[in-house]
């Protein structure tokens, strides 16, 4: 009896949503309702706007080269009100960012130096 009442519920996830199938049944359920408090990020509850969030997650798929990530927050980030030429800026401020991370850690720069010039103590 328990284990078709699992069964029913893990097809009833697999209905809800088809990333449910990427977990093992014994921690669907959990994993399926943490998803949706993830996605509260992009809600009207979060502190930052729907759209920024999404260009902040672009940003993000691009830096760790996650083709899917991308591909979603891309499509969604539309949705949200985003411009082509606000996306190509999150990815640019990646491309950035990486860029000089390296020439930094490259060069050995040093935290110590960076606060300083910041003026940070």
């Known amino acids: 009896m ?3 009442n699992n069964d029913k ?3 009833d ?3 809800e949503s088809p990333f449910n199938s990427m977990y093992p049944k014994f921690m669907a359920e959990d994993a399926a309702e943490y998803f949706k408090e993830f996605n509260m990020l992009f809600s009207d509850k979060s502190p930052i706007a729907t759209k920024e969030a999404r ?3 672009i ?3 691009a830096a760790i080269r996650c083709e899917y990530c991308i591909s979603a927050q891309v499509h969604l980030a539309k949705q ?3 411009s082509e ?3 190509k800026t999150a990815i640019q401020i990646a491309a950035e960012i990486q860029r000089f991370s390296i020439l930094l850690y490259g060069n050995e720069f040093g935290l110590e130096r ?3 010039i910041l003026g940070v103590e």
Do not use: C, D, F, M
Request: hydrophobic share 50%; charged share 25%.
């Open 80 to 82: 949200a009100g985003a």
């Open 85 to 87: 030429e606000e996306i």
């Open 59 to 61: 940003s993000a798929s």
């Open 2 to 4: 328990i284990a078709q």
């Open 9 to 11: 519920k893990y097809k």
């Open 13 to 15: 996830l697999l209905k």
């Open 55 to 57: 260009l902040a997650a």
């Open 114 to 116: 960076l606060n300083k």
